[in-house]
């Protein structure tokens, strides 16, 4: 049986089935993180980086992982990960 979402499986359990585009300029926005420590992070998650531009990076995503639907989940979980304590506080302006 060949699975339908991913026909190069050749009948095995489909592992990763959903890829989920994030920008980069959102992660820096909401953790203060570079691209290569986000990759780093991503992977702890159980995500697979699959591509990556200057402006955004693609990640596979676990079928066990069915929270995941968004680029924001992405975003969550590895802050999560990173822990959201290591954050940079930022002061508020008023523009």
């Known amino acids: ?7 190069e499986n050749n009948g095995k359990s489909p592992v990763f089935e959903k890829k ?3 920008q980069v ?3 820096a926005w909401v953790l203060y993180l570079d691209i290569d ?7 702890k998650s159980g995500f697979i980086h699959k591509s990556q531009s200057e ?7 676990p079928v066990t992982r069915y929270d995941i639907m ?9 802050g999560v990960v990173f822990g959201y304590n ?7 302006t008023n523009t």
Request: proline share 7%; aromatic share 2%; with cysteine.
């Open 25 to 27: 300029s959102e992660l």
């Open 55 to 61: 402006a955004s990076f693609k990640v596979a995503v």
């Open 20 to 22: 989920i585009k994030t």
């Open 37 to 43: 420590r986000t990759l780093q992070l991503a992977q």
């Open 1 to 7: 049986m060949i699975d339908e979402v991913n026909p």
């Open 86 to 92: 290591n954050i940079p506080k930022v002061a508020e």
């Open 70 to 78: 968004h680029p924001c989940d992405v975003i969550e979980d590895i």
